[in-house]
């Protein structure tokens, strides 16, 4: 249970229901187990409907018809998503400076939270999207831009490394690279 949310698996509920069939338990027990802290039961994000026997078993309640049949990342259970540092579309301007086999982008892959990851691509506003100034691979790909002009030449991966680092820690980016894959 988190906060006033708890989630729910189709097999618990499925337990439930027999447990009620069984006798083992009463329906307004179960309905109670549900419907902890006044009914902020939560089967997160994906769009499938309770099994029949689930819903049976729950009856027809506002609350029950707001749940869904949900996987790990639905549920919240799985860790947050991997996204690059290193903007993937220009794969080829990190390669030329010495991104390549294991220092590869897809080393440098950090999990954030839906949430943040859409805060730094859209600014706190989705219609924004990748307009935003601040958005992160404008911003990146420009300060990494302003830098080579600024030097005259090409930055080398270290230089590349340190300039993305500072702008990671204003943005709150967590420095724990996780391995990603491409895209």
């Given at each position: 249970?988190?906060?006033?949310?708890?989630?729910?698996s189709a097999?618990?509920?499925?337990?439930?229901?027999?447990?009620?069939?069984?006798?083992?338990?009463?329906?307004?027990?179960?309905?109670?187990?549900?419907?902890?802290?006044?009914?902020?039961?939560?089967?997160?994000?994906?769009?499938?409907?309770?099994?029949?026997?689930?819903?049976?078993?729950?009856?027809?309640?506002?609350?029950?018809r707001g749940?869904?049949?949900?996987?790990?990342?639905?549920?919240?259970?799985?860790?947050?998503?991997?996204?690059?540092?290193?903007?993937?579309?220009?794969?080829?301007?990190?390669?030329k400076r010495?991104?390549?086999?294991?220092?590869?982008?897809?080393?440098?892959?950090?999990?954030?939270?839906?949430?943040?990851?859409?805060?730094?691509?859209?600014?706190?506003?989705?219609?924004?999207?990748?307009?935003?100034?601040?958005?992160?691979?404008?911003?990146?790909?420009?300060?990494?831009?302003?830098?080579?002009?600024?030097?005259?030449?090409?930055?080398?991966?270290?230089?590349?490394?340190?300039?993305?680092?500072?702008?990671?820690?204003?943005?709150?980016?967590?420095?724990?690279?996780?391995?990603?894959?491409?895209?």
């Amino acid at each position: 249970m988190v906060g006033s949310r708890m989630v729910v698996s189709a097999e618990w509920v499925e337990m439930m229901r027999r447990l009620v069939q069984a006798g083992v338990i009463s329906v307004p027990a179960a309905s109670a187990a549900v419907l902890i802290h006044g009914g902020q039961v939560m089967m997160a994000q994906a769009h499938q409907d309770l099994p029949k026997g689930v819903r049976d078993a729950l009856g027809d309640s506002p609350e029950v018809r707001g749940m869904h049949e949900t996987g790990r990342a639905g549920a919240g259970m799985s860790d947050a998503p991997k996204h690059h540092v290193f903007p993937d579309e220009h794969r080829a301007w990190f390669e030329k400076r010495g991104f390549t086999g294991d220092m590869d982008i897809d080393q440098f892959c950090v999990r954030l939270e839906q949430a943040h990851h859409e805060a730094i691509h859209g600014g706190g506003n989705w219609k924004l999207g990748r307009m935003w100034p601040g958005e992160w691979n404008r911003m990146i790909m420009r300060t990494l831009g302003d830098a080579e002009t600024k030097v005259g030449r090409m930055l080398t991966r270290n230089e590349v490394l340190d300039i993305v680092a500072e702008r990671m820690r204003f943005y709150a980016i967590p420095m724990r690279f996780t391995k990603g894959s491409r895209r």
